[in-house]
């Protein structure tokens, strides 16, 4: 079940808060729905209930924060508007992403589809599903972890009718499962036909919290609809006979055509528009609202939102035969309907029998303090325990370190034997009236890292058709440098002219790795429960690591297809291996890979795509000629004889011709592009770390 306690929002400036102590229970095995108007709090309380807004209070979902389980998806199925995920991956795809996320099986997913009745659209994508497949999706996402809580946020908004049924059917099911749901709404004929209990919200404010039953009867009231083209003329013969008959009718002009009738019945009104000869067009019983809204202006002066003519009934009779004080009915306009409200102030003013005030009686224990819990009241004192009231009226002084005791009296006074015995009552000190603050904590990452990532790059076409984009890029460029026959052998194969500051490969390696992180901002689907995207090691190393298998494939790819293509155009004089192929093949793969980790970083960092590239061209661009400007300055050694110099310091032969490699490996780390990648890349892992140990402070 959910507990929520004392739930306020944090005030902004100087209005007041938009959720003020809000306190509710929903039951399991029951459907709850969280009703109010547009602007009463409704979304606020569901923020948070769920730790992601700051304010006050605490909800337990059964009997547990939400920032004490470990695996909040699990628990707690989130609805909060439609489904962020990329518009161009498949329904069973971003289902099956999210299956590795939430750590459960992925035939999980055909299973939820076959629910929900989706089986047929598992191919679509998300961007061309309608509005209400799109709340459908939204709320098989929230059953895909086999939550034992549903909380929902309108999910039948935009709907039809029959859409609207489908979806509380489903809602139903889960509850008979023993399984709680709590939804919000602003028709109260969809919280009366749908929960079995309703819970009502004002201003911020619950001002009702019944039984459905109860709720429909009480606060859901009939009413008749008349659509007339003299409505105006008929609703004042209707209240007129209403109030020639002293019963209480009220009359709601809602438009030029259209009549609400509140206390009346289709009989009385039809009989009253045919001894007038008023043509009707509509008279139907309806279930209507909670009456006539009353909306706040700009000016801050309540007004109605359409006229109404109110007729109480009148008082019955006393006794003595005069009538009890009655309240004036609100917006009451005839003088015969004011003068039956007139008050008698005689019985107004009655003096009441003073209670006696006992200090400290009136302010009882929170329900959030550890000495009453939560939904349990304060077991009454019987009243041979409670004390003499004289005893109460002696002054009480409250010892700092020690309990209250009466106030001193001078030790060579005695006490009268006359006067009664008194009991020294030690007065606890009152709680803070103020419940516990909700801190928004970072969500956690997916159970399943790298099989979430895998997913998430390979259910879209955005790494297909960049990867393709540099195929082509790479293989023309190759083509054209070589006709311009001022180009390297080497650089031929990589399609890096030196007019180039980076080759295709690596801008498209490096997009790659910026939008890994990118779309994980851009379309959140990590954040449905928590709100936001979780900063992980784990997520992190998983990004790396197929951001590393993508750049190395593509760069492999590169140098095949412009082998190939120069072969065929220009001979085989230049697609012969290089000498030093081992020192190019290290330095071009590592340059790749490079420019992917820092996409990847820099888009984590950032939370941009954008960002993620921008780093990426800076570091030719920017970084180079820094390194190259300092690797020659005045004062720096030359790169060229570490080798010679490191073998020197060991003294040592290296086995298996272990010098070629570490001179290979030294000559690619002295190149001013890999030094000043290298900087980078280190730079921004740092950096991404202090992000994550600062979020974990906090």
């Known amino acids: 079940m959910i507990e929520a306690t004392g739930l306020t929002s944090n005030p902004c400036k100087e209005l007041p808060p938009a959720v003020d102590d809000v306190s509710f229970e929903a039951h399991a095995g029951h459907v709850t729905a969280l009703l109010g108007a547009p602007g009463a709090g409704k979304t606020t309380v569901l923020r948070l209930m769920l730790e992601l807004q700051r304010g006050r209070g605490i909800t337990r979902f059964r009997g547990r924060p939400l920032h004490r389980i470990a695996h909040p998806s699990r628990e707690v199925g989130v609805l909060f508007g439609d489904v962020p995920g990329h518009p161009g991956r498949t329904v069973r795809g971003h289902l099956r ?11 999980r997913a055909d299973e939820v589809l076959e629910a929900m009745d989706l089986v047929d659209l598992r191919d679509e994508r998300l961007g061309t599903l309608s509005r209400g497949m799109d709340r459908r999706l939204g709320v098989a996402c929230a059953l895909l972890p086999d939550p034992h809580t549903l909380v929902l946020d309108e999910p039948t908004r935009g709907l039809s009718a029959e859409e609207g049924r489908s979806l509380h059917d489903v809602l139903r099911a889960h509850a008979d499962r023993k399984g709680t749901v709590l939804f919000t709404t602003a028709d109260p004929r969809e919280a009366a036909r749908a929960a079995d209990r309703v819970v009502t919200l004002e201003a911020g404010r619950v001002v009702a919290d019944q039984a459905a039953p109860d709720f429909a009867r009480t606060r859901l009231r009939p009413r008749v609809a008349v659509r007339s083209p003299h ?31 509140y206390g009346s019945t289709c009989a009385d009104v039809g009989e009253t528009a045919y001894r007038h000869h008023i043509l009707v067009h509509q008279l139907a019983d309806e279930t209507g609202d909670m009456g006539p809204e009353v909306v706040t202006p700009a000016g801050g002066e309540r007004e109605a939102a359409s006229w109404r003519r109110t007729i109480p009934l009148p008082a019955p009779q006393s006794t003595y035969g005069a009538a009890p004080a009655q309240p004036p009915a609100a917006g009451a306009t005839d003088p015969d309907a004011l003068q039956l409200a007139r008050l008698t102030t005689a019985e107004l003013d009655a003096p009441q029998p003073a209670r006696p005030a006992i200090a400290g009686s009136g ?4 329900p959030w303090s550890a000495t009453a819990p939560s939904g349990t009241a304060a077991p009454s004192q019987p009243a041979a325990a409670m004390p003499d009231a004289t005893a109460l009226s002696r002054p009480v002084t409250a010892m700092p370190g020690g309990p209250a005791s009466p106030q001193s009296q001078p030790a060579a006074a005695p006490l009268d034997a006359a006067a009664p015995a008194r009991s020294v009552i030690t007065l606890p000190d009152p709680p803070s009236p103020l419940p516990p603050p909700i801190t928004v904590r970072p969500g956690t990452g997916p159970a399943r890292p790298l099989r979430y990532e895998l997913r998430r790059a390979a259910g879209i076409g955005t790494g297909y058709l960049t990867g393709a984009a540099v195929l082509v890029a790479s293989a023309l460029v190759s083509v054209v440098a070589a006709r311009m026959g001022h180009t390297p052998q080497p650089r031929l194969l990589a399609a890096w002219p030196r007019e180039l500051p980076l080759p295709p490969a690596a801008l498209g390696a490096g997009l790659l790795g910026a939008l890994a992180s990118g779309d994980e901002f851009r379309h959140p689907a990590l954040a449905a429960d928590r709100g936001t995207v979780p900063r992980r090691l784990g997520l992190l190393a998983a990004k790396l690591l197929v951001a590393a298998a993508t750049a190395l494939l593509l760069a492999v790819l590169t140098v095949g297809v412009d082998t190939g ?23 071009w793969l590592g340059l790749v890979v490079g420019c992917a980790w820092a996409g990847v970083l820099a888009a984590g960092l950032f939370r941009s795509t954008t960002a993620g590239l921008a780093a990426v061209v800076a570091v030719p661009v920017v970084l180079a000629p820094l390194v190259r400007k300092g690797l020659h300055g005045p004062s720096a050694r030359s790169a060229e004889g570490l080798p010679a110099r490191l073998r020197e310091l060991f003294l040592v032969q290296w086995p298996f011709g272990g010098e070629r490699y570490l001179a290979a490996g030294v000559r690619v ?10 900087l980078s890349i280190t730079a921004l892992l740092c950096a991404y770390l202090f992000m994550i140990v600062r979020s974990r402070t906090r």
Do not use: F, N, Y
Request: net charge positive; aromatic share 2%; charged share 20%.
């Open 97 to 107: 992403m999210l299956c590795a996320a939430a750590g459960v099986r992925s035939a």
């Open 363 to 366: 302010a009882a224990a929170p």
């Open 669 to 678: 780390i002295a190149q001013p592009v890999a030094t000043a990648l290298t």
């Open 565 to 587: 293509l120069l072969c065929l155009v220009h001979g085989r004089e230049l697609a012969e291996v290089p000498a030093d192929w081992l020192a190019l093949s290290a330095g």
């Open 231 to 261: 409505a105006a003329r008929l609703g004042v013969l209707i209240a007129k006979e209403a109030r020639a008959a002293r019963r209480s009718v009220e009359v709601v002009h809602e438009s030029g055509t259209r009549l609400s009738v």
